[in-house]
């Protein structure tokens, strides 16, 4: 009777522990993927601002070349 006792208090707990692992396996995961969005969203707004400064140089250029005729 004590080994079956404490077999199922091992079995709980295993069950217990690899449930927590999981949990905060998920939750890093999550993390991760959070801070790649976040890193993406950056890097996708530096690229249209530097499209818009290119832009916007070549727009004064145009000036600049019709000024002089």
């Known amino acids: 009777m004590k080994q ?3 077999v199922l208090v091992a079995a709980m707990f295993a069950a217990v522990s690899l449930t927590a692992i999981a949990q905060d396996a998920k939750k890093d995961k999550m993390e991760k993927s959070q ?3 976040k890193k993406q969203k950056v890097e996708k707004k530096q690229k249209v601002e530097k499209k818009q400064k290119v832009e916007k140089k070549k727009k004064e250029g145009t000036k600049k070349m019709e000024d002089k005729k």
Do not use: F, R, S
């Open 4 to 6: 079956l006792l404490a």
């Open 35 to 37: 801070k790649m969005d």
